[in-house]
Structure formats: C-alpha cells, structure tokens
C-alpha cells in the first residue's frame, strides 16, 4: 500500500506512522518460530541481559530467508517507497535485530537511533506479537526529532536521560500500540524507548534500519544491503574527464 500525501506529511510532521498494512500471519509466525529456535539455542550473535536471558537477537537478516522476504515484500516496500523514493537500502549494522521483551526485564530509556539529522534513517519495526501498554508496546515523543543534537553516541544513539536540557520533556512520550504483524516507521531521530512488561507474556518485534540509496556514494557498501531499485551515482564528477585529455 503506498502512502496517501497525508500520511506522508503526518510522518514527516509528527515522526512516526503506524502502516495500515500487516504482514500476513505465515510470514509473522515463521519469524516468531525462528527468533524463539534461536532463543532455545542460544544461537549468537545475541545480546543478553544479567540474568543471561536473551534480549536481542543480532544480524536477524541473516538467520532465516523469511526475514529478507518480509524486507522486500510489498508490505513494507511500498509505504518506504513513498517516503524514500525507489531506491532503498537496508543497513546490516543498524538495528537488525530482533527484540524480547520479557516481564519486568528491558529498562525503558528513550533515546535515538542515529546521532545527526546529516544521515538519518527510518527504523521499521514489525510485530511478531501484539504490542500494548501492558506487555511494553513502543513509547516515542512525537515531533522529537526536531529537538536540538547534543551529546555523544552510546549504542548507536543518544540516551536522552543525559542532558538535563531535555528534562521537562521525558515524561511527554506516548504509547504506540499495534497488531501482531504491524509495522510502525518512525525517524530514527525520534526518541523512543520499548515500554516496561507488566504481564506474563513476551513482547516480540524485529527491528531494521532503512534509508535511500546515497546518491553520492562512490562505492558500493558491503554493510548495506540494496532491497529496492538500484544504486545510483549524482556526483558531479561522474562525468567529469581529466584535464590531461
């Protein structure tokens, strides 16, 4: 489903947007399996928390062709391709995971995926479960990613927390809900948190960080991963003959 001018003014407006789409129940139940396989047996790379349970699960492109389905299939391409153009990317070594959150266990910290405005992405999560406010659905604050840049990178953003100028704005996040097999975009400059789980379930997602093809880019990036049209080159070099001709 491409996206209405609206929806696309909504998202570039407030941040994030909710896709009208979900991702059909094969599809989500594949990855659901393959996250919990992988879970069961500890398959790394993974990140763990103090107790040793699994929290993320690492590389999630790679663990199963199911994931790379999902990535380039109508679902999510059409709604990207209308705010990114038709030539996209995938980033391997952003986001690329998938999320458990597990009662009492993931800390709720908001904070941003990229550090400047110069190379933003668009994070995709998608919902191997439903997300609600009792099991840690997505929190984020809309119109954030027009707060000023400050600080320094930790785990590939800003933890918001630090810098006292955003104080009176921490309690200012709202909760996002979704379906099992949702997709929620959001500007990776928006900040965000996984709320805390208060029931017995899990709370799972997997995550993808996503951009337009850089068009000055003057070489092909191996921890890039093109998903829709093709790699394109505006530099004004490119034509460009040496001055010895």
């Known amino acids: 489903m491409r996206l209405?001018?609206?929806?696309i003014r909504f998202f570039r407006d407030v941040g994030y947007l909710q896709v009208g789409t979900i991702v059909p129940e094969a599809q989500v139940e594949k990855m659901r399996a393959v996250v919990l396989d992988h879970i069961e047996?500890?398959?790394e790379p993974f990140r763990a928390n103090e107790s040793g349970d699994i929290t993320y699960l690492d590389n999630i492109?790679?663990?199963?062709?199911?994931?790379l389905d999902v990535c380039t299939s109508a679902h999510l391409l059409r709604p990207l391709e209308s705010l990114l153009g038709p030539n996209i990317e995938l980033t391997l070594n952003r986001h690329n995971h998938a999320t458990i959150n597990r009662r009492g266990q993931n800390p709720v910290r908001l904070h941003r995926d990229v550090l400047q405005w110069s190379r933003p992405?668009?994070?995709a999560?998608?919902?191997l479960e439903n997300a609600t406010i009792d099991n840690g659905c997505t929190k984020l604050i809309p119109r954030s990613h027009f707060l000023p840049f400050v600080g320094t990178p930790n785990n590939g953003g800003t933890w918001m927390d630090e810098h006292h100028v955003f104080d009176d704005l921490l309690a200012q996040a709202v909760d996002v809900p979704m379906p099992k097999g949702g997709i929620l975009l959001f500007d990776s400059l928006v900040f965000h948190t996984v709320?805390?789980?208060?029931?017995?379930s899990t709370r799972m997602s997997v995550t993808f960080g996503i951009h337009s093809v850089d068009e000055l880019a003057g070489c092909e990036d191996p921890k890039k991963l093109l998903i829709l049209g093709k790699r394109i080159y505006k530099g004004n070099d490119r034509n460009r003959q040496s001055i010895d001709s």
């Open 61 to 67: 492109i790679e663990r199963d062709q199911v994931f």
């Open 121 to 123: 992405i668009i994070t």
């Open 41 to 43: 047996n500890r398959i």
């Open 4 to 7: 209405s001018n609206a929806q």
């Open 125 to 127: 999560v998608i919902y």
């Open 195 to 200: 709320g805390l789980n208060y029931s017995d």
